[in-house]
């Protein structure tokens, strides 16, 4: 039976991988996969595998194992690795562009141009490739940027969470956000000005 985070014995586990126990590395792998792939699905850059992030993180976790020290919990510890990984990943793979308004699909071009106004809740279905949209204007961020604004607010992390993750100050975290945030509208309000230029 799956024994869940919370109630695993990781202390002892860690002894035991320590002492060169398989068995107990197998078990510690089995306890953090489900971490691992669902922060290296949600920060990966598109080239890049999720179970390969997950691979080269475990790799890290078993080199590193003599520097925990048991100051946090150990599974949050193993999910600042995978962010960290994931965030090389991406410094690795990113290369500055602009999205173009032709470079949208036409859901993703309604997306931008509908007024707000005249959206009724509960009577309009929304596009189906906003969210698609929503990583395309990501996909223009630096890897940081792109990192914070994703955490806290489509991972819906706290502050506190975040810091713990990336190792910032609250005050850096915030800042970059709200950044982040008049940078994305500047871009979606470009995009907007290219779409009336071209009509």
Not at 55 to 76: C, N, S
Not at 122 to 149: F, H, M, S, W, Y
């Amino acid at each position: 039976m799956e024994t869940s985070t919370d109630e695993f014995d990781f202390a002892a586990c860690i002894a035991r991988v320590r002492a060169d126990d398989e068995s107990a590395a197998r078990d510690l792998v089995e306890q953090l996969h489900p971490l691992v792939m669902r922060i290296a699905h949600a920060q990966r850059p598109a080239a890049i595998a999720a179970e390969d992030i997950a691979q080269e993180v475990f790799a890290k976790v078993f080199q590193r194992l003599d520097q925990y020290q048991g100051r946090a919990p150990f599974p949050h510890w193993v999910a600042r690795i995978t962010t960290l990984a994931c965030l090389e990943h991406r410094r690795r793979a990113w290369v500055r562009r602009e999205l173009r308004w032709s470079d949208l699909s036409e859901e993703q071009q309604a997306v931008l141009t509908a007024d707000p106004e005249a959206v009724v809740p509960n009577t309009v279905e929304r596009p189906r490739d906003a969210a698609g949209l929503v990583r395309q204007l990501l996909d223009t961020l630096p890897e940081k940027e792109r990192l914070i604004i994703t955490l806290l607010d489509l991972e819906g992390k706290s502050v506190a969470e975040i810091c713990s993750l990336t190792g910032w100050g609250a005050s850096r975290v915030k800042v970059t956000a709200w950044r982040v945030r008049r940078k994305l509208g500047k871009t979606a309000q470009r995009l907007r000005l290219h779409e009336a230029a071209e009509s």
